[in-house]
């Protein structure tokens, strides 16, 4: 089972990178094999709203946004995380969504979604905020709901979510009750 993993935290060693650690600890003892992109380190072009992937469904901007692509196709598990900047996912998470228009054309176009394979597709969220849960929704539904669309145009049915709120110092993932827990389950669940 391959899993892709799209980190979109510009933050090294921060919130998202310690739970992904956890979630990819309980992927690796299920036996997946897991790829990791840092989105930030990549050279990544926003959308150009071209048209260029309409009728091929091949993006025609040439940069690291291809190999993800590759990478999108073969996977059975696809994981992303984020931290909420102003009610949504980072800007370099936003990037690798928006490339992801030839997925769109060739889905809901042309009528070829991607195929489940074998173990069929599922996906992984996990969201990072420091607004309380509690009170303040609109961080964890607004990135739900663009990731939600991501997850559809590549042909990932379903997704579990794991939000954190009220969490904004970096590490301070580590002080929370059960997040490192949860994430390490989620990595299991996700390899089944």
């Known amino acids: 089972m391959k899993v892709l993993v799209l980190n979109g935290s510009p933050r090294r060693g921060g919130n998202i990178e310690i739970l992904l650690e956890e979630t990819l600890k309980g992927v690796q003892d299920s036996g997946a094999h897991a790829k990791v992109y840092h989105l930030n380190s990549l050279s990544l072009t926003p959308c150009q709203q071209c048209g260029g992937c309409d009728d091929s469904s091949q ?5 690291d946004m291809l190999a993800i692509h590759d990478d999108i196709i073969t996977s059975d598990r696809i994981i992303v995380a984020s931290p909420i900047f102003f009610f949504n996912v980072t800007a370099q998470t936003k990037i690798m969504i928006d490339r992801c ?3 769109w054309s060739q889905k809901y176009v042309h009528k070829k979604p991607l195929p489940a394979g074998t173990f069929g ?4 969220l ?12 609109e961080g964890f539904h607004c990135s739900e709901i663009v990731v939600r669309s991501f997850f559809r145009t590549v042909s990932v049915p379903k997704h579990e979510t794991l939000a954190f709120g009220d969490i904004d110092e970096k590490g301070a993932i580590r002080n929370h009750a059960t997040a490192l827990k ?3 389950e989620a990595g299991e669940n996700i390899s089944r």
């Open 59 to 63: 993006c025609v901007l040439q940069d």
């Open 121 to 124: 597709r599922k996906g992984l």
């Open 182 to 184: 949860d994430a390490y």
């Open 126 to 137: 996990i969201l990072v905020g420091g607004m309380k849960r509690g009170e303040k929704n």
């Open 101 to 103: 228009q030839p997925f």
